[in-house]
């Protein structure tokens, strides 16, 4: 069955409090985005390592089967491992255009192996971390291509509020 696109706005979870998650980004200081982001990277591989049901089935046609997730949870902190590198390197980057939707079909996250997504993510988690560790000026601006704004530090809250959402949505 195809996923309905989410299309809705999430910008807003930098700076309100997300009442399905409860994720609350003033609760976020720049010295816990590192630590955060290496805990919420071990609960994701912690989860694709536990037993499971089945990981590829999708609830209903407006969610992702925990696999899906995962996986996108993998690619967003590829995609922003290298926004994070334009933002501290380069004046105001405007970011390319990234599909969410599009990279789940087009890469068949429903195939992928839990085991490979958990290692890149046990991998790459702490890499971003330290990345974001290494950030010394929190208010460098940043783009996507629909016009949304960041800093460094409301980017850092938008991406941890999707990491943390997305293990409610599994149900980690």
């Known amino acids: 069955?195809?996923?309905?696109?989410?299309?809705?706005?999430?910008?807003?979870?930098?700076?309100?409090?997300?009442?399905?998650?409860g994720f609350d980004p003033a609760t976020v200081v720049t010295a816990d985005v590192a630590p955060l982001l290496r805990?919420?990277?071990e609960r994701w591989v912690s989860?694709?390592?536990g037993e499971h049901e089945d990981l590829r089935r999708r609830p209903d046609d407006s969610r992702w089967a925990p696999i899906e997730y995962a996986a996108h949870v993998r690619d967003v902190i590829r995609i922003y491992d290298e926004r994070l590198r334009l933002m501290v390197e380069t004046d105001d980057p405007l970011?390319?255009?990234?599909?969410?939707?599009?990279?789940?079909?087009?890469?068949?996250y429903l195939e992928l192996d839990p085991a490979d997504i958990s290692r890149a993510i046990a991998s790459e988690?702490?890499?971003?971390?330290?990345?974001?560790?290494a950030v010394t000026?929190?208010?460098r601006p940043g783009r996507?291509?629909?016009?949304?704004?960041?800093?460094?530090?409301?980017?850092?809250?938008?991406?941890?509020?999707?990491?943390l959402h997305h293990l409610q949505d599994v149900g980690a």
Not at 8 to 15: G, L, M
Not at 125 to 133: E, I, K, S, T, V
């Open 95 to 108: 970011y390319q255009n990234w599909d969410q939707d599009q990279s789940a079909v087009d890469e068949r």
């Open 125 to 133: 988690g702490p890499a971003l971390a330290d990345r974001f560790a």
């Open 144 to 163: 996507r291509s629909d016009g949304a704004r960041f800093t460094t530090e409301s980017f850092a809250r938008y991406f941890l509020h999707d990491l």
């Open 39 to 41: 805990r919420t990277a």
């Open 47 to 49: 989860f694709l390592s």
């Open 1 to 21: 069955m195809p996923i309905v696109p989410d299309t809705k706005d999430w910008t807003w979870v930098a700076e309100r409090r997300c009442d399905e998650c």
């Open 137 to 139: 000026d929190w208010q």
